[in-house]
């Protein structure tokens, strides 16, 4: 099995700034691409950013400039700087992975969200 755990949500104003974290564990034997998805009220999920194992980077035009994600493929860990938050940007933060686990079986595993509020 393979858990995700985020961390990093929470209340900031607008304009402010928060850093998201995504750790994978269990029976790893390697990830491919990494990602960031959020699902606001009333909302369907929604894709935010991506980055590959060998560090090519997308993003959805709404937050381009923004925010930045990164990730340490050493810790199973990827990464959200989110920066300006704007009031639109309030939603759970998802990630997923595209893990090869151990038994050399390929599966797209989620986190279990974190909730990021901006504040006007």
């Known amino acids: 099995q393979v858990q995700l755990v985020e961390s990093g949500g929470g209340l900031v104003q607008v304009g402010g700034s928060l850093r998201l974290s995504c750790a994978a564990s269990?029976?790893?034997?390697?990830?491919?691409?990494m990602g960031w998805y959020r699902q606001a009220p009333g909302k369907e999920r929604e894709f935010i950013a991506t980055?590959?194992?060998?560090?090519?980077?997308n993003y959805v035009d709404s937050v381009k400039g923004r925010f930045t994600i990164s990730r340490d493929s050493a810790k199973n860990t990827v990464y959200l700087q989110m920066n300006s938050l704007k009031a639109e940007d309030t939603a759970v933060y998802y990630c997923?992975?595209?893990?090869?686990?151990?038994?050399?079986?390929?599966?797209?595993?989620w986190g279990q969200g974190t909730q990021v509020t901006v504040s006007s």
């Open positions: 997923q992975m595209q893990v090869l686990t151990s038994g050399l079986r390929r599966y797209a595993y």
């Open positions: 269990g029976r790893i034997f390697s990830i491919n691409d």
């Open positions: 980055i590959t194992s060998g560090g090519t980077t």
